[in-house]
């Protein structure tokens, strides 16, 4: 039982180094995207299992209360589980990293030069949902 848990921990420990390396990845990734501030396309890994498409624009990235790393974002386009009254799946979302998968981040050459701002007021410097050093996207190029 003890090389057992031995070789437990080891295979653990292995899983945890390949997961932090993909969510570095996907981090590089959404950086990249939010220095250029061009619109993005990912597929994302719901609640539930589903795996969607995502047509957004990349604005904030931090650390959410529940200590995940997350990024603010308005989408424009793709799949949703959540739609405004009117149908629209248009709004501000706070989706985890972890969630994204890994490699599906698509930049295309649609740029965008500042946040939108609709609903709540815009708070250019930081988030409500996100604690910590926040990054911004790079609404000066």
Do not use: H
Request: glycine fraction near 8%; avoid cysteine; charge should be positive.
């Amino acid at each position: 039982m003890k090389l057992y848990n031995i070789l437990q921990d080891i295979i653990l420990e292995e899983i945890s180094k390949d997961q932090q390396l993909i969510n570095e990845g996907v981090l590089e990734d959404i950086k990249s995207a939010m220095g250029n501030t061009v619109y993005v396309w990912f597929k994302y890994k719901t609640e539930d299992g589903r795996i969607t498409d995502r047509y957004v624009m990349l604005d904030k990235l931090g650390t959410s209360l529940a200590n995940n790393k997350v990024v603010r974002l308005w989408q424009t386009g793709g799949q949703t589980t959540k739609t405004k009254k009117n149908g629209s799946i248009n709004g501000w979302k706070l989706f985890r990293l972890d969630r994204i998968i890994p490699g599906s981040i698509k930049p295309t050459n649609m740029k965008y030069y500042e946040p939108v701002r609709s609903g709540q007021p815009y708070n250019a410097t930081g988030d409500k949902k996100m604690i910590g050093a926040i990054d911004i996207a790079n609404y000066k190029k």
